[in-house]
């Protein structure tokens, strides 16, 4: 595809570091053309309008969603892919268990056999980029090199990119550099390098947005994990939300659930009917950045400027700011196609969809028609719920931090960690169901320590010391909590409704911080009881409350068991600390 038209400029003299780099890469890939991102919306409209002239993108219904378009990726590249992504140190002690590690010079070795001559006939583009506000200290730079207008598109919702952000970058001399093609599409030709000593990413043969997308979880988690050790913060898969009480006091909240556990939805929530006056406002919906502020709490950025969200699912009943938000101005992917061009996915309550996700007709026989981890990017500004807060450079101070995962049993609607050593724990032993946004078996509870299993960039071990570190840092720490939306009952039916209901729940957190609420403990933490709930105009059995309130300590010595097992696999890198938090909570199950 031909490059946007466009005047040259002078963007390569803003950075000679980037022009260098930029220089050594066109020599190895061989593109047709360079085209510097500029960043306007004109460079978009160009880049949305060449694309679809080349029927990469389709236009979508102009009446019902103004200015949204539909991407299909290749059928065998719609989803993140573990197995394939690695974490390239010189010690492989150091990228730990939890990842997988390749050497650092063998990486490189395969990569640039990848990346020789790759983008012949293609365009090179160069994103500057900016993850978080523009003048925010908590902020960190980088830069893509990529052959994918798709990319491109998605990178201007999701990132601060073009211009402004290679002004900070010549400004400051630091980025991470972020090289991506790709390739042919050919999975057996698909891997994604991380080097974090190097502030490197290096993916090839994918075009899905986990995989390409280096912004985000390759940035923003897997490399900032590891600046945000070596330079005393946390960069978290978490979610930042703001909830103001009827008395008109917002307090921030920080969560982090593994992908399609309803991050988006709580990040997004609509308070119920019967709880009047309060109010919800959206900071962030998958990624935080936490540091240490001098007036001893943390205080968080969302480096993100868009939503990537999964869509099957959302609707106006549950989650109305996210369809909302998503009916215009938004790029959707692998979604299926109504008569008339709307956009459907499995979760609509209208529209009948005729294509589905691969543009074929669809065939209930093939599977769902939009595909389970089809996603919508958008820029956070349209979100019905947007905080102005997201762009404050300062960030938000946060009141609590929130682990949860899908657990149809062993874990209770919520308990509260005594203490910030506990809670490194309660999100040390965070496990999950897992879900189609990863490639492999739908289903399968795994651990996701603080929902960070796939995005760690070095060993859980100094992970969890570092989480330890931090904490020691804070006379003004936030509580810790655990939350299980998903619990159900012997015949597999949902105990607690979800969605807007979930606000009870974290007004309960908010009251505990405020020393307002009361707790029972438990050998796990602290519980509330069923009357220190607001469950005012919520139909719910007073068994199912009861249950949801309390736990099974049979089940939970065999949960210890199992933690203890997958904790003792990091070895010394295992933090005396949450060894000695575990033995303690064992004990107190008997």
Not at 334 to 354: C, F, I, M, R, Y
Not at 374 to 384: K, L, Y
Request: one cysteine or more; aromatic letters at 8%.
């Amino acid at each position: 595809m031909a490059a946007p038209a466009h005047k040259m400029t002078a963007m390569p003299e803003l950075s000679r570091a980037v022009a260098d780099w930029v220089e050594t890469v066109r020599e190895l890939t061989q593109p047709r053309s360079v085209h510097w991102i500029e960043g306007n919306d004109a460079e978009a409209r160009e880049l949305t309008a060449q694309l679809v002239r080349a029927r990469e993108l389709t236009v979508l219904n102009a009446q019902e969603f103004p200015g949204c378009h539909l991407y299909r990726s290749s059928p065998n590249d719609v989803a993140r892919v573990e197995h394939l992504t690695y974490i390239c140190t010189r010690s492989q002690e150091d990228a730990g268990p939890n990842n997988h590690w390749m050497d650092p010079q063998q990486a490189h070795a395969r990569m640039r056999e990848l990346f020789r001559g790759c983008m012949r006939e293609r365009t090179l583009y160069v994103i500057p980029y900016c993850m978080g506000p523009l003048e925010s200290p908590m902020s960190r730079r980088g830069v893509e090199i990529t052959d994918s207008p798709y990319v491109v598109l998605n990178m201007l919702i999701m990132t601060r990119a073009g211009r402004a952000a290679l002004e900070l970058i010549a400004r400051d001399g630091r980025f991470v550099k972020g090289l991506h093609s790709i390739g042919e599409l050919d999975p057996e030709r698909r891997f994604i390098m991380h080097y974090p000593e190097e502030l490197a990413i290096e993916s090839y043969g994918s075009g899905y947005g986990g995989n390409a997308l280096l912004g985000k979880k390759c940035h923003a988690l897997r490399i900032a994990s590891w600046q945000a050790r070596t330079e005393g913060w946390l960069a978290e898969h978490m979610l930042i939300v703001g909830l103001q009480n009827p008395e008109g006091e917002t307090h921030y909240i920080a969560c982090a659930f593994p992908s399609a556990c309803g991050k988006t939805n709580l990040a997004m929530l609509v308070p119920p009917e019967s709880m009047p006056g309060w109010r919800v406002l959206t900071i962030g919906e998958d990624i935080a950045w936490l540091h240490p502020g001098p007036d001893g709490r943390l205080w968080a950025i969302n480096p993100e400027a868009g939503c990537f969200g999964v869509v099957p699912g959302t609707n106006p009943q549950t989650n109305r700011n996210a369809y909302e938000m998503i009916r215009r101005d938004t790029l959707f992917t692998n979604v299926a196609l109504t008569a008339d061009n709307q956009p459907w996915w499995e979760g609509l309550t209208s529209g009948k969809p005729v294509l589905d996700w691969q543009g074929r007709p669809y065939d209930p026989a093939r599977g769902p028609a939009a595909h389970p981890n089809s996603r919508f990017t958008v820029a956070a500004r349209g979100n019905p719920s947007y905080s102005s807060r997201m762009e404050d450079p300062a960030g938000v101070p946060i009141t609590a931090i929130v682990f949860g995962g899908r657990r149809r049993e062993v874990a209770p609607l919520v308990y509260e960690a005594r203490d910030w050593r506990h809670g490194v724990l309660v999100g040390a032993s965070l496990a999950s169901e897992t879900t189609a946004a990863a490639v492999g078996q739908v289903g399968v509870v795994r651990r996701d320590p603080m929902a960070m299993q796939p995005f760690c960039g070095y060993n859980f071990g100094d992970y969890w010391q570092h989480w330890l570190e931090v904490g020691a840092r804070l006379t003004r720490p936030p509580g810790v909590f655990h939350v299980n939306w998903f619990r159900r009952d012997s015949e597999g039916k949902f105990l607690w409704p979800g969605y807007g209901e979930n606000l009870r729940v974290l007004a309960w957190m908010l009251d505990r911080c405020a020393g307002k609420a009361g707790a029972t403990e438990s050998p796990i933490g602290r519980l509330p009881l069923p009357a220190d709930l607001n469950t005012r105009g919520l139909s719910i059995r007073p068994e199912a409350l009861a249950a949801l309130c309390s736990i099974d300590a049979d089940v939970w010595r065999r949960e210890c068991a199992q933690l203890r097992e997958y904790l003792g696999g990091y070895g010394s890198h295992l933090p005396a600390a949450l060894r000695a938090e575990l033995e303690a909570t064992e004990r107190r199950l008997g």
